[in-house]
Nanobody, 122 residues
Framework: QVQLVESGGGVVQPGGSLKLSCVAS????????MGWYRQAPGKQRDLVAA???????RYADSVKGRFTISRDNAKNTVYLQMRSLSPEDTAVYYC????????????????WGQGTQVTVSS
């Protein structure tokens, strides 16, 4: 059974930065493409960044140039460095497996962690 523990969220002012972390267990981490998803109130959960097992990355247009996804296979951990945050980035952020071909328009995984809340507000 996959377990995903996200951390690092908080309240930040517009223009600020945060770094999220996610520790995964119950999967063979180093062979899986991993992604960060977010869900704002009243909206669907969307993939915003993904990193393949080989380190190739892909980003949603809304975060490109501001967010950086990375992974540490030795620690079964995936990170999301977020910069130049705006109120539109306010959401609960989740990590999970992503499509191996880095496609963003695929079905969501069935199991999720608790997520970490990111609030961007002055």
């Amino acid at each position: 059974q996959v377990q995903l523990v996200e951390s690092g969220g908080g309240v930040v002012q517009p223009g600020g930065s945060l770094k999220l972390s996610c520790v995964a267990s119950g999967i063979v981490f180093n062979i899986n493409t991993m992604g960060w998803y977010r869900q704002a109130p009243g909206k669907q959960r969307d993939l915003v960044a993904a990193v393949s097992s080989g380190g190739t990355t892909r980003y949603a247009d809304s975060v490109k140039g501001r967010f950086t996804i990375s992974r540490d296979n030795a620690k079964n951990t995936v990170y999301l460095q977020m910069r130049s945050l705006s109120p539109e980035d306010t959401a609960v952020y989740y990590c999970n497996k992503a499509d191996p071909l880095l496609r963003f328009d695929v079905s969501l995984p069935p199991e999720w962690g608790q997520g970490t809340q990111v609030t961007v507000s002055s």
